[in-house]
């Protein structure tokens, strides 16, 4: 990770972390970098943006900062990640660029950029970025008179994008009522549309953002509001989106959640009987779920274990050429169909599963049952400080004794905020609880934690 980037962008508070002034450097650089890159040719970036009210702000000011360096700014207006990085892959971008906190709150924001194959920027490039941040590199000279750059509406690009979507799906999704929880955020725009296209009976909820309100209680990280919402109104399945809609998680007929291995497992079965599952192979994180692997090794399943954060996943999945990946959270990646996660792709797979099974959404993830498993951030003051502390890798050790080979503790910082995130699993949920506050409690009684 860099100073500003981390393993999902720029991204902090509004105005604190990430200023506009910031966001202004950043599209200077990139107007002026890739309009170098091509001499002689019109540069043109493409830009998307979630809901939160800061949102527009920083599209101001990245489409400032890019047409003053000469380039020509296209913008999608409200629509998800994948969306960018599928326009920007198709319509030959040089790249693009999404305003979006993903699933932090309303007043965090964040600005990721994407290459012009529609996959993440690459290293080489973010510390450039970085350096002239940090006034290293000079100042970039300002395009002038025709040389100066243009904004271009481009909503054409987000109903494109949509089209596709309608296109992937191989079944009608007739007679099917759905729910779509749109977490006040991206899939507000694109969600519904695609699934009334397919011929679902569409259940909406979380879907009137107001610049405030995204993933507020909503949401694939606020997931008991949609189970309410499925058993209500009698919907077959329910899915849940983050912010941008990179995320994915599901709810089945009775309100039990179906998490990302769940899904990964559901839909690898599948594409391994129909021989689209690459090596038999699925890329996952440490974070999957010890009752993931146990499925997979039952099928005869081999995966592949990366650091957490769907970035890596990527990586591992390109390098290799496999077709499946992702995260328990819902960063689901199929790579023949996109670069990065969608979360209305995945939905859309999943019921193409249960349309190919005939069965009802709770049968999808019966064979694939989660071991108990804790998970609880604390905010500190400085990660590095925690997972250096001697006490606290102590207790740590303590913790991998007592659960030998029934379990496993992982301590790690988080890659967007100043969170820590402890994580067991056991085989009763009271120990998963009580040896992550035994780690959490040590943190605290070593003066590292921003909570007071």
Known sequence: MGKYFGTDGFRGEANVDLKVEDAFRVGRFLGWYYKNQHPGERCRIVIGKDTRRSSY?????????????GADVYLMHVTTTPSVAYIVRVDGFDCGIMISASHNPYYDNGIKVISGTGEKIDDETIDRIEEYLDGKTGEIPLALRDDIGRTVDYAAGRNRYIGYLISIADRSFKGKDVALDCSNGS?????????????????????????????????????????????????DIGFAYDGDADRCLAVDEHGEVINGDQIMYACGKL????????DDTIVVTVMSNFGLFKAFDREGIRYEKTKVGDRFVYE????????????????????????????????????????????????????????PQCLRNIRVTDKQKV???????????????????KGRILV??????????????????????????????????????AEG
């Open 57 to 69: 702000m920083f599209e101001d000011a990245l489409s400032s900062g890019i047409t003053a360096s």
């Open 187 to 235: 899939a507000s725009s694109i969600a519904k549309p695609v699934f009334d296209a397919l011929g679902a009976r569409t259940h909406v909820m979380a879907c009137e953002p107001n610049g405030t309100n995204i993933n507020d209680g909503v949401g694939s990280t606020h997931i008991e509001k949609l189970q309410e919402f499925v058993v209500r109104e009698g919907c």
């Open 271 to 278: 594409m391994k009987e129909e021989g689209e599952l690459k």
């Open 316 to 371: 591992c999945m390109s390098k290799e050429g496999y077709s499946l990946g992702g995260e328990q959270s819902g960063h689901i990646i199929f790579s023949k169909l996109a670069t990065t996660g969608d979360g209305i792709l995945t939905s859309l797979r999943l019921m193409e599963v249960m349309l190919e099974r005939k069965c009802e959404a709770s049968k999808l993830w019966e064979e694939c049952p989660m071991y």
């Open 387 to 405: 997972m250096d502390d001697r006490a606290v890798n102590e207790a740590i050790k303590k913790a991998e004794a007592e659960l030998a080979d």
């Open 412 to 449: 790690r910082g988080s890659g967007t905020e100043p969170l820590i995130r402890v994580m067991v699993e056991a085989d009763r949920q009271e120990e998963c609880e009580r040896l992550v506050d035994m780690v959490i409690d040590v943190i605290k009684e070593q003066g590292l934690s």
